[in-house]
């Protein structure tokens, strides 16, 4: 969506603010002998406390109020009572919501406890290499320039990254234009940043795989040549400077 007015605006803060909290505050919930079931129930009560929907369920029937993938799950883990975490499991909390008409996404991987698989420096890529994606951002920038320097940053580290995930256009929807905000450098991809619209920005950094498959389960998505990936989104205002990070939550980044 575009913004239009500052009704807009306060809707998208708003709704951006209830999902920076939820993650955040999941993170903090999250220990070791937890079913992922419980720690989605937890996010679901956040959500419902200041009146917002979960996105997933609401838009596409998903399983969870959110989605929560573990170690080689790259993205759209189901949560479960069977899937219980561990001490050094690599964790990723997808949450997304509609709150009065506007809606955000917001994601971020962590390791839960000590870090027994040496995977926090992946983390820590995935992060940084959103957060200078982000400086880049601004109102006539193309789209795939910003797909060539997230993979360009992967690289440079020693990783991949999953090809067939992208960021994308949301506000009024969970998924709008455009759609293909990509990891890598597509030339076929012509569209630029317009300013004043909200986009959806994220990393899927990788160690071994480029593509995300799904699974038996029908949602479930991990790397075609297994390894680990970590993901970190924010909803961001495109502005014709620096954008406006609108689930950057008190400074924190997920």
């Known amino acids: 969506m575009s913004i239009t007015s500052v009704q807009e605006l306060q809707g998208m803060q708003q709704i ?3 999902v920076a909290h939820a993650l955040n505050e999941m993170r903090k919930y999250a220990r070791p002998g937890m079913s992922t079931r419980e720690l989605d129930e937890y996010g679901g009560m956040l959500l419902a406390r200041i009146g917002a929907k979960s996105a997933p369920r609401l838009t596409y029937g998903f ?4 989605c929560i993938s573990v170690n080689e799950e790259v993205a759209h883990g189901i949560p479960t009572d069977q899937k219980i975490l561990r001490e ?3 964790v990723n909390i997808d949450v997304s919501a509609e709150l009065n008409g506007f809606w955000a996404d917001n994601g971020g991987s962590f390791i839960l406890g000590e870090d027994h698989r040496q995977l926090q420096h992946l983390v820590d890529a995935s992060r940084d290499i959103l957060r200078i994606a982000l400086s880049h951002i601004s109102g006539g920038v193309r789209i795939n320039e910003i797909g060539r320097l997230i993979e360009t940053e992967a ?3 020693g990783y991949k990254v999953i090809k067939n995930l992208a960021g994308h256009g949301v506000g009024r929807g969970l998924h709008e ?4 905000i990509l990891n890598y450098y597509d030339r076929y991809v012509t569209q630029r940043f317009k300013k004043d619209s909200v986009v959806a920005v994220e990393t899927f950094i990788s160690t071994n795989s480029t593509i995300a498959e799904q699974q038996s389960d029908g949602w ?5 040549k297994g ?3 970590a993901q970190h989104e924010h909803t961001i205002l495109v502005t014709s400077e620096r954008p406006v990070i609108l689930t950057e939550a008190n400074g924190i980044w997920a």
Do not use: F, M, Q
């Open 63 to 66: 399983p969870g109020w959110t």
């Open 177 to 180: 234009e455009p759609h293909d």
């Open 16 to 18: 951006s603010a209830a």
């Open 220 to 224: 479930t998505l991990t790397g075609n």
């Open 227 to 229: 390894g680990y990936v």
């Open 155 to 157: 690289r440079k580290r």
């Open 88 to 90: 050094g499991d690599l």
